[in-house]
């Protein structure tokens, strides 16, 4: 996968801010999450990079190609949704650490 480029990336919902002037790099190989707690923009900032939600302001490039306004079945990522926990008897803490 190429270099995914966010530039300050917004996004609100009714007048509430979700995502506010992000800027973002994740190279390609590397292994990266999106940790933090409800509400706080995650989601919101996973459904602008595949397709599924239209920023306010700010793009998105995958290698040098701004994908920011493509369909997300043109774009070159895929979604899984999944639980934090991949042992559901352990706190958040225990999981990630």
Request: proline share 6%; hydrophobic share 40%; aromatic share 12%.
């Given at each position: ?8 990336i ?25 940790l ?30 701004d ?31």
């Amino acid at each position: 996968m190429e270099e995914i480029r966010i530039q300050n990336i917004s996004k609100d919902f009714d007048g509430f801010l979700a995502v506010d002037g992000v800027d973002l790099t994740i190279r390609s190989g590397e292994l990266f999450s999106f940790l933090g707690p409800s509400g706080c923009g995650k989601t919101t900032l996973l459904r602008m990079i595949a397709g599924f939600e239209t920023p306010l302001r700010g793009n998105i490039f995958i290698g040098d190609q701004d994908i920011t306004d493509l369909p997300p079945y043109k774009r070159p990522v895929n979604t899984i949704f999944q639980n934090y926990s991949l042992f559901p008897h352990m706190t958040v803490w225990d999981n990630v650490a």
